[in-house]
């Protein structure tokens, strides 16, 4: 396990690069860090207006997308080698920012609010936009082939929008009064994880049945994760825990394999580097790597 160190407040946000090679976090200070993950060397620090909600990358591993619950969203330009980034654009007054998601074709940055849902083109940021309004929202997804873009928020539902026109195509009830907080679907579509209020829910999208719902934390899921080859599930929730379970393609939720207590307080994120050897996970005292091999 490897403490990355420079963080002074709650880490509320987490991504890596589609290279592998660095991880992006976000804290409550405003400040968006980029590291090196295999010498854990902190390679840049961007500041934004307030607490951070959300970061990503793009598929192509150009570009990186963060906002922040003051209503910033900062799209910029990274150097993968350097991890240095130089903003393109930026937007202010969005509402609180918890999520952002661009399309897996990269075409389409998508960011989630409060207020308002919100997709821009990424190559002509200000000249393609497109609003909706949007309740309490947590989570944005895409599905992995780019038709569907899943929304979550606190509801006992999952609503699922065209990318395009971002209007309700359909909807998946999970029952849970308290909303959930994560999404995350194998590489296939074919299955998604949920991370609830009260546990972890995992369904069959395309029959639109639940396979498996489980609670092994005393408190609220923060975040789910499914590793890029579906045979391990993260789960990681308010009670400073990260449980890992072994799982399968199918949806089959098996052992736990692991359960860590890093002592970072209340967790908020959880993920996979893009070959599934590594995870991270952010929360209220820092940010942790380690090896789930």
């Known amino acids: 396990m490897r403490r990355l160190k420079g963080h002074r407040g709650d880490v509320q946000c987490l991504a890596f690069h589609p290279g592998g090679r660095i991880l992006a976090t976000g804290d409550d200070g405003g400040f968006v860090r980029i590291w090196d993950i295999l010498t854990g060397e902190r390679l840049f620090v ?7 909600g959300a970061v990503a990358f793009s598929p192509c591993g150009n570009y990186l997308a963060a906002g922040t619950y003051d209503g910033q969203v900062s799209f910029c330009r990274i ?3 350097t991890g240095v980034v130089e903003e393109i654009e930026d937007w202010a007054y969005q509402g609180r920012i918890t999520s952002i998601a661009f399309s897996p074709d990269g075409m389409w940055l998508t960011w989630l609010s409060y207020s308002t849902l919100m997709r821009v083109e990424v190559q002509r940021t200000y000249q393609s936009q497109r609003r909706e309004p949007s309740g309490d929202g947590f989570c944005i997804r895409y599905t992995p082939d780019g038709r569907l873009l899943a929304r979550t928020g606190l509801s006992p539902r999952v609503l699922f929008s065209d990318p395009d026109t971002l209007k309700e195509r359909r909807r998946l009830t999970h029952g849970e009064s308290s909303g959930c907080w ?16 009260k546990g972890v829910q995992v369904w069959n999208l395309a029959e639109r049945r639940m396979l498996k719902e489980f609670n092994e934390h005393k408190s609220t899921v923060s975040s789910v994760a499914i590793s890029p080859d579906a045979t391990r599930l993260l789960t990681a929730g308010y009670d400073n825990r990260v449980n890992l379970y072994a799982f399968s393609s199918s949806g089959t939720v098996g052992e736990r ?10 967790l908020f994120e959880v993920g996979f580097t893009p070959d599934g050897t590594l995870a991270a996970a952010g929360g209220a005292r820092g940010v942790v790597l380690w090896d789930v091999e």
């Open 46 to 52: 961007e500041t934004l207006e307030g607490m951070l």
């Open 79 to 81: 150097n993968p080698e």
């Open 182 to 197: 994560s999404v995350a679907f194998t590489a296939d579509g074919q299955v998604m994880a949920l991370g609830l209020g």
């Open 257 to 266: 394999i692991g359960s860590y207590f890093w002592r970072l307080g209340r």
